[in-house]
């Protein structure tokens, strides 16, 4: 065990710099109730317009809109394009959207409205932790100059995973640069001829869950140097257990699924987003 509590500490990811942290982190605190009297409606509000004005243009341009899109057709009946794709930048942080939709059906436009809020929701999150860092970096001495020179950005982009002429697997990939940094994904697997969110279940049958535990943790165990070094945690300090409804995963174009965990969630943050191929 003490070998393993060295080998964590010496693989987690860069630590958040310090120059600045504490002072702001305290900043942050002393400012928050001031903070929360001021309405964020102006500062959300020109990214806002500009998303109505991008898809504006894609509704009334042929030419924009074949320019933006990248417009697989799912059977003939169905598709999935880029409705907003822009980058929006001003002195105190970039916004980069590459947005997917789903159009052709009740369903579709369902998980599209899905995806809308998702998003709006993450930017609005990464505009606001902005601001507010913003207040308490220059509350705390900094300065505009100093300001000027950071490079805070909030992204969404999407990875189409696979289709077949009824099925896509894609994943919407959010991300969010301030002090630290913050990624979020969402995972969508639909049959849209069924009209229905593909599961592991559906993939891999009544014993999905067997099956998946068996697969990781052969990955898992495969992963273990001859020291015993691993850079996976154990079960009793957070590691994997077991698969479970929750369980984000994606289709390969070969058909097979790959589960997905979070950076940081069952092994050290040097290995990042943690994938397992599940073949039976």
């Known amino acids: 065990m003490k070998e393993f509590e060295h080998a964590k500490e010496k693989y987690e990811s860069t630590p958040i710099p310090t120059e600045l942290n504490d002072r702001v982190q305290a900043g942050i605190r002393q400012g928050r109730a001031n903070r929360a009297r001021r309405a964020w409606g102006r500062r959300f509000g020109t990214v806002a317009a500009c998303f109505v004005a991008v898809v504006g243009v894609l509704n009334l341009s042929p030419t924009v809109a074949a320019a933006a899109a990248d ?70 001495g900094g300065t505009e100059a100093e300001w000027a020179e950071r490079d805070y950005t909030v992204s969404v982009t ?30 969508y697997n639909l049959d849209l001829a069924a009209d229905k969110e593909l599961t592991l279940r559906d993939l891999l049958g009544e014993d999905w869950v067997d099956i998946c535990n068996a697969a990781i943790q052969a ?15 154990p ?39 943690v994938e397992f191929a599940i073949s039976e």
């Open 71 to 140: 417009v697989p057709v799912l059977g003939g009946l169905f598709q999935v394009l880029t409705v907003r794709s822009f980058t929006d930048e001003n002195d105190d942080r970039t916004v980069i959207v590459e947005q997917p939709g789903l159009t052709g059906s009740n369903f579709a436009e369902k998980i599209d409205a899905e995806i809308q809020a998702r998003v709006d929701e993450k930017i609005a999150e990464g505009e606001a932790m902005v601001a507010e860092y913003k207040e308490a970096f220059l509350d705390t």
């Open 158 to 187: 999407y990875d189409i995973k696979s289709r077949t002429d009824t099925t896509v697997s894609f994943v919407v990939d959010t991300y969010i640069a301030t002090s630290t940094a913050q990624q979020e994904q969402f995972f």
């Open 235 to 273: 079960p009793q300090w957070g590691g994997f257990t077991t698969v479970d409804e929750d369980t984000s995963f994606y289709i390969r174009d070969d058909g097979v699924p790959v589960v997905v965990y979070p950076k940081y969630s069952i092994a050290a943050g040097a290995l990042g987003v």
């Open 219 to 233: 990955q898992i165990d495969a992963s273990v140097e001859e020291d015993g070094f691993t850079y996976f945690f």
